[in-house]
């Protein structure tokens, strides 16, 4: 897609696409910063074990509640446990975890997004099911179902997916009833096409790069959920550290040791950070249609 | 305009029915026996029975349904499993502080959002408009609970200027209700005035660039005219939409923000409740802010109508 918009100089071989996005990228100072630190996050938690120098669920008695010292680069919480490898290893869950919601969620509201807007039967009932969905508070639905899975890893990434799959569907839903009309649908289906390869061929390119946006805000919002879920005390069980969870531990010291509170706050906050305005950039490159609202 | 009150309620019907659908399924298909999830794992066999019977769980799913729904229409919410309360005076108990947050943290958004976006827009590319958006983003991403926290530490703990914690009703003073309520206002509000911001300056950015503007600029309106009578009320309708939509954003910051400043209001009710297991409470509070939301986007819906006359259902 981007490629057919940049001009074309000459009549040599046209740009691999790796090349134009990588140009894209290196032209864009928010979009190159924010994959930077969202890059440079991401490395610190998969170097979790070789960055920490304590294990995050080893107790030191002696050294409970201590600011940053050399030994711990972050400080030590109530217990005495090494901060920096806490928020290391929350970090990782949550990157996980929101890399598991972006790509469910995506993949759901595609296969329910396409049969709404392709099927005409099912449209109906199936916008007026996501409509109620979308009514009920994302976070408050989040927690009934967490409260009654269990906190394990399968009720936390459905918790988390289920209220994001509506929006998708619905931007699917659109992009697949504007795309039908278009006269290169229409022959195709005249020509005896059958459905499925319609769809595959000619309707779902077109609902990519949208979808692409969507996922990175779907990954901001499910570290923010899981993190939430965490400091109200629903989150993973407590031998797990998870950003949310440390903050919640945090409290009760908070005014002896903000920083308990405080940096795992600086990480979430960069992270999410990083990864919406990663998706602002993105958004302004392949989506023109709404690239207008954030840059004009 | 009483026509399209009434076909705006007929189309509230359907959704208000899948939501409680949606809200009565999710015990029914959670994995396990229900009453004993309900009942802990430390329960008896009779004390699990005693559940199963009082929730009418031992009966078919058709009949749980057709007697949740009609105790659903008589305003009905279910009963506490602890307090043996209904779960309407639970909610009723508990209204006036969440209340109070989140109409605050609305007026708030709308107060410091509105102005910013429109300036923005106006100052469109400027130094002014992104430092707004920079600011903005920030505000998105930063998550309200480490706002909540950054705000006591300074204006409570160092500053000593506002109370750390707590909510004092509107009946025992003005002074302490305004002092105990900044906080958890602005920490409320932050990304809700971070949305508001980007969406009125979306919307007034396309405004802009109609040709009645440049009619009005060219005929000497002046500048503040054009802004805030011509263009606004045209970008109005997006604005507005989108205060709607963001309700749940809202609501879920309401259960956030009464955690951070440990404030009884709704929000709270329902970590209270799933902390204690008390699920029918947990439906019953996610049932109210539902319709609350659906309640308020109706509301909205004909609002449209007072804002552009051009609008008819």
Redesign the interface.
Known sequence: MSSSSLPSHSLAAPPSQLRVAATAVLKDPVMLGSLLLLLLLVAVTVGAPLLAQHDPGALTPRARLKPSSEVYWLGTDSLGRDLLSRVLYGGRLSITLAALVSAISVAAGLFIGLAAGYVRQLDAPIMRLMDGIMAIPGLLLAVAMVALGGANIVTMVAAISVPEIPRIARLVRSVVLSVREEPYVEASIGAGTPALKVLWRHIMPSTINPLVVQATFVCAAAILTEAVLGFLGLGFPPEIPSLGSIIAEGRPFFQRAPWIVLYPGVFLALLILAVNMFGDALRDRLDPRLSRQSKG | MLEIILKRLLAAV??????A???FL??RL??GD?AR?IAGDMASEEAIAQIRTDMGLDQSIGTQYVRWMAALLQGDLGQSVQTRQSVASLIKARLGPTFSLAAWAILLTIAAAVPLGVLAAWR??SITDRGI?AGA??A????A??VG??L??VFA?KLDWLPVQGYSPLADGVGEYAAHLVLPTVTLAMVFVALIT?ITR?SM??VLGEDFVRTARAKGVTERIVLFRHALRNAAIPIVTIVGVAL??L??GV??TE?IFNIAGVGRL??DS??A?D?PV??G??LF??FI??FINLMIDLAYVALDPRIRY
Do not use: E, G, K, N
Not at chain 2, 140 to 143: D, R
């Open positions: 359907p959704v208000m029915l899948i939501v659908t949606v809200v999710l015990l959670a994995p229900p999830v469109h590319r958006m983003v920030l998105f991403s930063v998550p609970f480490v926290y950054l006591i530490l703990v980007r979306a950015l396309d749940t954003t609501i879920s259960v956030v955690t329902i970590v799933v902390l297991r699920y947990v439906q509070t996610i802010f539902s939301y659906v």
